[in-house]
């Protein structure tokens, strides 16, 4: 009976990639010096998980790779070979090799085979430079040595009692996955009952549950001489093979997987101890169950749903304010309970969405090791709030700013290791990436210890590109000058740095993001840049403003405090532009129904409401009628369905059925300035 596993490839790349980041994340923290024999092996099961995984699905080129890299791993954790430096740098090809071939065959492309030929070979080359010893030395001419086995070892009959695999996997898979390992020639299984397999071998145990390590837990496995009882004092399923048998040849007592089990498998005779391999598994076969894996698609369509509910509750939660509360008591109780488990609801969803920041973190010690080494930099990377939870969305979205950021801080922050010792540091630097929530944000800073900012230098380099740049320009104001489009401050151009691209698309995207950035320099002492992102991209805390008759909101994030302002405050600026007067501040004065051509209720603004924004570092004041309320908002795109409107972000519908606008305060606040510019 043939198997069709492709329905299966999915599950697989998964979980190769999980080894492979896993694998990657334990090569990069081994000390070569005195290397750990648990982080050793740790690396050996994933290299050989990944290969027992490629074998069974047809994956003969990962395969190759993975049986090489498992044959110096294995030499290296029984302690005949010493780990070197190049062994780890070799190790680290070969996973970016295997990555390659997975990512190939994910996506129906053909593999490089001679990358993947030149790496083995590198393998091969370790292995045998140290791996015979001087007293086993062939003086004599012979033909290639054959593998070194440790020992002779006989050939033994078992049976192996193994949990049902979680998937819908098919008793072919599970002898195709044993064939190297000797004849196994008969499975019995049935659904929801641990199987059975017996095969004649000459393998360990270990090497049996390492096999089967991508069906079950090896710990959960149980290997028994064939009709030996097993730990429960029960006769195995072929306990009438002899176990001293000098010509083995196991019966086919069922080779389908739809066998039905002896009754004293069942799981009603518990209480009697039959079913002890049972009860032992259960509490890894529970964990294995607790998590499942889910489509974004499904997970983005159930949070979309969840939002037309908030919504559906809101418009009942508006429409129930105009009944008697005395006669329509019930029904009132009924929609607050309504609106408490639809806020739960809303909680529980969203956070199905939310992933700790590890998964965009871990990615970061491979990128400072290389880039070190290659500007001939030392560095090392230190990790705080790894668990810090944030939207996927946002997840898949900071990657690319926070790789330029860190490698930023590497060529332009770290000193070479001459430098360091000169102004009195360690040779190595550190840079830490560190992540928190503070209120309805998460906060991400990437710092360095090295020479910081210097301020002459940036506005050096801003009055060679013609850009007006008053000496009397404040900190905060010359550092965000590095994040215009076109600017560096690398003295010459490579392949790294210099050509004034990325630190502005950095910015670009964090503010799509709903973030900001902002920068803290010392000079020789280090640089910090801090990221501010809300915790998701699908709900908004906002204060809703009327203006005229439409309602906007403005994202509660960027609101420093709003007032009432006095007419004496305001100011014209040469007959153009306003500016409001507050605590020693004139900032710029924008008024909302001028923007979006509304007419106003309020027509002198010290009668309106004057909201103050900080963005970029700067702060604006927009004037509206009245502050309406504080909500949490599901956010709509309006460019996906209508089009793009300046100094929009988005929308959402509230309450009472209304679309409201979602501003956006980075776009109001540039055009501030552009204002501020033409009326000076």
């Not at 980041?21 to 990069?28: G, H, I, K, T």
């Not at 029984?78 to 996973?95: C, G, I, N, P, W």
């Amino acid at each position: 009976m043939s198997t069709d596993l492709s329905q299966f490839y999915q599950l697989f790349f998964e979980e190769a990639a999980e080894h492979l980041a896993s694998m990657e994340n334990l090569l990069l923290g081994l000390d070569t010096r005195a290397p750990s024999l648990d982080e050793l092996n740790a690396i050996f099961r994933s290299a050989h998980s990944i290969k027992g995984s490629s074998g069974m699905f047809g994956f003969n080129d990962m395969m190759s790779v993975t049986h090489e890299l498992e044959t110096l791993l294995d030499r290296l954790r029984k302690q005949e070979l010493a780990l070197t430096s190049d062994m780890v740098d070799v190790f680290l090809e070969a996973r970016d090799v295997i990555k390659a071939q997975l990512d190939a065959h994910q996506s129906g492309r053909e593999p490089d085979l001679e990358r993947a030929a030149a790496v083995c070979e590198r393998i091969k080359a370790l292995a045998a430079g140290e791996a015979v010893p001087a007293a086993a030395v062939v003086t004599s001419p012979a033909p290639a040595p054959a593998p070194v086995a440790a020992e002779a070892r006989a050939e033994r009959r078992i049976e192996v009692v193994l949990p049902a695999p979680a998937q819908d996997i098919t008793a072919d898979a599970v002898l195709e996955t044993l064939k190297g390992l000797g004849d196994a020639s008969a499975v019995a299984a049935a659904p929801g009952a641990p199987w059975r397999v017996a095969m004649t071998t000459t393998a360990s145990d270990a090497e049996v549950r390492d096999a089967l390590c991508f069906l079950a837990a090896p710990e959960a496995i149980e290997i028994m001489a064939a009709g030996e009882t097993s730990d429960d004092g029960s006769y195995g399923l072929f306990g009438d093979i002899a176990p001293a048998d000098p010509a083995p040849q196991a019966p086919p007592v069922a080779q389908h997987a739809d066998m039905p089990m002896p009754q004293a498998q069942h799981a009603d005779h518990a209480d009697d101890g039959v079913v002890k391999l049972g009860r032992r598994t259960e509490d890894k076969l529970s964990a294995e169950s607790s998590s499942i894996r889910v489509s974004v698609e499904k997970v983005d369509k159930l949070i979309n749903l969840v939002g037309e509910l908030v919504i559906t509750q809101a418009m009942l939660a508006q429409m129930s304010n105009k009944v008697d509360p005395v006669l329509y008591e019930t029904l009132l109780n009924g929609l607050g309970q309504l609106e408490r488990n639809t806020r739960d609801l809303q909680d529980a969803v969203m956070s199905i969405r939310m992933m700790p920041i590890s998964f965009v973190f871990n990615r970061f010690p491979r990128v400072v090791r290389d880039l070190a080494g290659k500007l001939g930099k030392q560095a090392e990377l230190k990790t705080v709030g790894e668990g810090t939870e944030l939207d996927k969305g946002l997840i898949e979205k900071i990657t690319d700013p926070l790789t330029h950021l860190v490698r930023n801080s590497i060529d332009h922050g770290i000193e070479s290791p001459a430098d360091r010792v000169a102004s009195g540091k360690p040779e190595k630097g550190t840079i830490t990436l560190r992540a928190f929530h503070q209120g309805g944000n998460v906060i991400i800073e990437v710092s360095d210890d090295g020479r910081g900012l210097d301020r002459n230098k940036i506005l050096a380099k801003a009055k060679e590109r013609g850009m007006a740049v008053p000496d009397a320009m404040t900190d905060a104001e010359v550092w965000q000058l590095i994040f215009e489009a076109g600017f560096s401050t690398a003295d010459q151009i490579t392949d790294v740095s210099g050509r004034g691209v990325g630190m502005d698309v950095v910015k670009r995207n964090i503010h799509a993001l709903g973030g900001r950035v902002e920068i803290d320099t010392n000079t020789g002492a280090g640089t910090r840049i801090t990221i501010r992102l809300p915790l998701t991209l699908a709900i908004l805390d906002g204060l809703s403003v009327a203006v005229g008759s439409e309602l906007f909101i403005v994202p509660l994030t960027y609101i420093v405090e709003s007032l009432q302002p006095q007419a004496t405050e305001v100011k014209t600026v040469s007959g153009r532009g306003r500016v409001i007067h507050v605590r020693g501040e004139y900032l710029p004065l924008i008024a909302l129904h001028e923007v979006f051509n509304l007419k106003p209720r309020v027509k002198d603004i010290e009668r309106g409401i004057v909201v103050i924004l900080e963005t970029e570092g700067r702060k604006t004041a927009i004037v509206v009628d009245e502050l309406v309320g504080q909500h949490q908002v599901v956010i709509k795109s309006l460019e996906t369905n209508y089009r793009r409107v300046y100094g929009v972000s988005g929308a959402t519908i509230m309450g009472d059925g209304k679309v409201a606008l979602i501003l956006d305060p980075v776009a109001i606040a540039r055009e501030a300035v552009v204002s501020a510019a033409q009326a000076a």
